[in-house]
Nanobody, 113 residues
């Protein structure tokens, strides 16, 4: 099974920035459409951005212009650059395929204070 490891979360000031990373244990990552998800307390996990294996990206309206998804297929790694963070961005962030095919990782906590 593919394992996913997210990192890069932390505490962030109003308007601050963070860069999250997601490393996949298998090179099947390179042919997979991927996404970043987040889950806030009391809410369902939501898909906020996706990137195709060819690099085409999509974002939900709430993060457009502030979040940037990217990937490095040579490293089986995906990134999420977040700027101008808002209180509503506080959540545990997860990566997975666009259809959440693989087992979930532990996620990485992003807390806006």
């Amino acid at each position: 099974q593919v394992q996913l490891v997210e990192s890069g979360g932390g505490l962030v000031q109003p308007g601050g920035s963070l860069r999250l990373s997601c490393v996949a244990s298998s090179s099947i990552f390179r042919i997979s459409d991927m996404g970043w998800y987040r889950q806030s307390p009391g809410k369902q996990r939501e898909l906020v951005t996706t990137i195709s294996r060819g690099g085409i990206t999509n974002y939900v309206d709430s993060v457009k212009g502030r979040f940037t998804i990217s990937r490095d297929n040579a490293k089986n790694t995906m990134y999420l650059q977040m700027i101008s963070l808002k209180p509503e961005d506080t959540a545990v962030y997860y990566c997975n395929t666009r259809t959440s095919t693989w087992p979930w990782g532990q996620g990485t906590q992003v807390t806006h204070y």
